[in-house]
């Protein structure tokens, strides 16, 4: 169904509802929500709408439901895939505005926040607590749309994704009411669980405007190593082992050589050039410690680790996880004028060496550039690949690579995207990975947003 252009009319009516100042239809605006981190082609929307309540967003969403209008909600616009694109033009709903700490609940370990404040924003105000927010996707990413695609990161080995740590949600649903889903409680068998249905489902079933958040205690102690090895497929074998030997680390990330190259050069760092696991350990004191790293120390020799630095100290270790968290910004400076397609993919962790090594294949077989790293410890890939837009031919090869890294992935009882979400670029994927269960997520699709004006054109393939 095409999805109409708002109307001046419209505009000026939403200036009036809303405020003046916090509606736009200026070129810079639209540009700035027409795109997001990933390659995909960029989409104006018709009008920006910054909402300053829940109300707000439910004046929006009514004028949407009786116009037809896309409603695209928008938090940081960091995402990966096109999730935030307002591909049907309308209206883009951007929540930076509604950034406030509503309730720190210290005993209970919870906090209650509006959905545009940056989970980094949120980290510190909590650090003061003891407490921390784990899901770390390392962009500068909100609530909403770590909400949005489900986001996780290095410490979801063993924290979890987003959807582990969200207790409850306050969310304003295609017909404009205002619905409240989950409790204060950490767990419960009440109900269908619609609250995790809508977290990861990008804006298309209902749009969030507040959120309780369970929280974790700063570990008293942590222990961060840094190993190297001769090959990837050894860095790959020993996470596996990592994990089922029940070594519990916070963190376990990968990175090829090619990575740390571009983080060297980039950062102006010296890090040894060879395939890297980045590991963290939090425990409760420093004997703890001790005795979990003897273990590690045994696993990483057992696959020939040739290097194995430990007690990073604090300064160093924050360098070096920013150093991982900036991996692709680091390529993205380094390659003037290329883009970047970032494949996302995860498997069982015992698949991870064998998806790693098919990957690499299909980069040399396709004669392209990738940069390997990943939340290893989860089963997650990235694979970074460079192309020039303006090359067809490398941009068709980087697409195939691209989709026979997606297949084995789906073929060895993965997925398509490990947490960047399905936006535009995965959509091709989805029916291989569900199968018939995309007929009863297109049902719900329909029994939640039956005009079809919550950000369309995502998750479900036409
Ligand atoms: C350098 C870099 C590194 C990254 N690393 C990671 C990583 O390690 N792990 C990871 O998971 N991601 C990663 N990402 C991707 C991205 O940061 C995450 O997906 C993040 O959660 C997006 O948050 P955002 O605030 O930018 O959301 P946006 O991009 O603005 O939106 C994301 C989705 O959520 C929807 N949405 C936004 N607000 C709402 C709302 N209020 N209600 C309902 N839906 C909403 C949007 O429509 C969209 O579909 C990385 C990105 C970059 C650029």
């Not at 370990?109 to 921390?132: K, P």
């Not at 916070?250 to 060879?274: P, S, T």
Request: glycine share 10%.
């Amino acid at each position: 169904m095409a999805h109409p252009r708002v109307t001046p009319e419209d505009v000026a009516l939403l200036k009036r509802v809303i405020g003046e100042s916090h509606v736009s239809t200026g070129p810079s605006n639209l540009d700035l929500h027409s795109k997001d981190e990933s390659y995909h082609e960029p989409h104006r929307p018709d009008v920006v709408v910054w909402p300053q309540k829940t109300e707000d967003v439910v004046a929006v969403v009514r004028l949407a439901g009786e116009k037809g209008y896309a409603v695209t909600p928008w938090c940081a616009g960091t995402s990966l895939e096109g999730n935030p694109i307002p591909v049907h033009g309308g209206i883009v709903l951007d929540f930076s505005e509604m950034n406030r700490i509503l309730e720190i609940r210290e005993k209970d370990l919870q906090v209650d926040v509006e959905v545009g404040i940056q989970y980094r924003d949120l980290n510190d105000q909590l650090r003061h607590y003891g407490l921390f927010f784990p899901p770390d996707p390392g962009a500068w990413a909100s609530i909403g749309g770590m909400i949005g695609n489900n986001a996780s990161g290095v410490r979801t080995v063993a924290y979890g994704a987003t959807r582990d740590s969200v207790l409850a949600m306050e969310v304003v649903m295609a017909d404009g009411r205002v619905i409240h889903l989950g409790s204060r409680a950490i767990k419960s068998s009440s109900g269908y669980d619609l609250l995790r249905l809508l977290i990861g489902s990008e804006g298309t079933l209902g749009i969030v405007t507040k959120a309780t958040l369970r929280l974790r205690g700063l570990p008293p102690e942590y222990l961060t190593v840094v190993a190297t090895f001769p090959s990837v497929h050894a860095a790959c074998e020993a996470v596996s082992d990592t994990i089922r030997y029940g070594l519990n680390p916070a963190a376990l990330e990968l990175m090829d050589e090619a990575v740390v190259v571009e983080i060297n050069r980039d950062r102006k760092m010296d890090l040894e050039e060879r395939p890297m696991l980045f590991l963290e350990f939090h425990n409760v004191n420093e004997a703890a410690l001790e005795s979990q790293y003897e273990m590690v120390e045994a696993v990483l020799t057992e696959h020939g680790a040739t290097r194995i630095d430990r007690g990073v100290g604090a300064d160093e270790r924050v360098r070096l996880w920013e150093a991982r968290h900036g991996a692709l910004e680091s390529i993205k400076r380094n390659h003037p004028g290329r883009s970047v397609l970032l494949v996302d993919t995860c498997v069982p962790i015992s698949r991870y060496a064998e998806m790693v090594d098919a990957a690499k294949a299909a980069v040399e077989r396709e004669g392209v550039t990738g940069f390997f790293w990943g939340h290893a410890g989860d089963g997650n890939l990235h694979l970074g690949l460079l192309f020039d837009p303006a090359d067809e031919d490398e941009k068709q090869r980087v697409q195939r690579v691209n989709r026979a890294v997606v297949e084995h992935s789906i073929a060895k009882g993965g997925t398509c995207t490990g947490e960047h979400g399905v936006g535009i670029g995965k959509l091709s994927f989805v029916e291989a990975e569900h199968g018939p269960a995309l007929e009863y997520m297109r049902r719900i699709k329909q029994a939640l947003d039956p005009k079809n004006i919550l950000n369309p054109g995502k998750m479900l393939p036409d």
